[in-house]
């Protein structure tokens, strides 16, 4: 049986994330082949050309994680309808420098949780935008654009039981794409 490590990509900083608790949740629902790491992006500086030469370490650190990973799990709130900044910086840094990148070939699977209705509908598509061009494979169906509310979470931070069919449904979907995708 082959082994799958998923880097697991939180957009966002907050302790009390949504989106960190949802990727906690949904990757129980992954097959045992499968397991998954958050990379740390907390400490990363400011991305900017002139570093390229000279990266911190933080810097490959994050692009050594990504490129041992067999696939990607983006879990990301959205910020003024787009991708919150910090994960822009993700992004910059391990595309950088140019011909460098750490996320050309890895199938991705995009996830996002939000109060608002639309949940982060926005932040999803410019996110593809973005991955597609870095030649990153990302799922396109099923969407999940998740509104939290009571109920998305059991007591202990599971997946709720209401919800758990189409997670279930969209981690499948995942898992398929990461196999038929991974080199």
């Given at each position: 049986?082959?082994?799958?490590?998923?880097?697991?990509?939180?957009?966002?900083?907050?302790?009390?994330?949504?989106?960190?608790?949802?990727?906690?949740?949904?990757?129980?629902?992954?097959?045992?082949?499968?397991?998954?790491?958050?990379?740390?992006?907390?400490?990363?500086?400011?991305?900017?050309?002139?570093?390229?030469?000279?990266?911190?370490?933080?810097?490959?650190?994050?692009?050594?994680?990504?490129?041992?990973?067999?696939?990607?799990?983006?879990?990301?709130?959205?910020?003024?309808?787009?991708?919150?900044?910090?994960?822009?910086?993700?992004?910059?840094?391990?595309?950088?420098?140019?011909?460098?990148?750490?996320?050309?070939?890895?199938?991705?699977?995009?996830?996002?949780?939000?109060?608002?209705?639309?949940?982060?509908?926005?932040?999803?598509?410019?996110?593809?935008?973005?991955l597609s061009h870095l030649?990153?494979?990302?799922?396109?169906?099923?969407?999940?654009?998740?509104?939290?509310?009571?109920?998305?979470?059991?007591?202990?931070?599971?997946?709720?039981?209401?919800?758990?069919?189409?997670?279930?449904?969209?981690?499948?979907?995942?898992?398929?794409?990461?196999?038929?995708?991974?080199?």
């Open positions: 049986m082959s082994q799958y490590q998923i880097a697991v990509i939180v957009g966002s900083l907050r302790k009390d994330s949504f989106n960190r608790k949802l990727a906690h949740a949904i990757t129980k629902l992954a097959p045992s082949e499968f397991s998954f790491k958050e990379v740390q992006i907390g400490d990363l500086p400011l991305y900017n050309q002139d570093d390229d030469a000279n990266q911190a370490e933080s810097v490959k650190r994050l692009k050594s994680e990504i490129l041992a990973a067999q696939g990607l799990l983006f879990v990301t709130p959205e910020y003024n309808r787009s991708i919150p900044g910090v994960l822009k910086n993700v992004i910059d840094h391990a595309s950088r420098p140019y011909g460098q990148s750490a996320w050309a070939g890895k199938p991705t699977g995009i996830l996002g949780a939000s109060p608002g209705a639309h949940g982060t509908a926005m932040a999803q598509q410019h996110l593809r935008n973005v030649n990153a494979p990302t799922l396109g169906q099923p969407e999940a654009f998740v509104q939290v509310k009571d109920g998305l979470f059991d007591e202990v931070g599971d997946i709720g039981s209401a919800s758990k069919q189409f997670f279930q449904n969209w981690m499948d979907h995942y898992v398929a794409w990461v196999k038929k995708h991974a080199a």
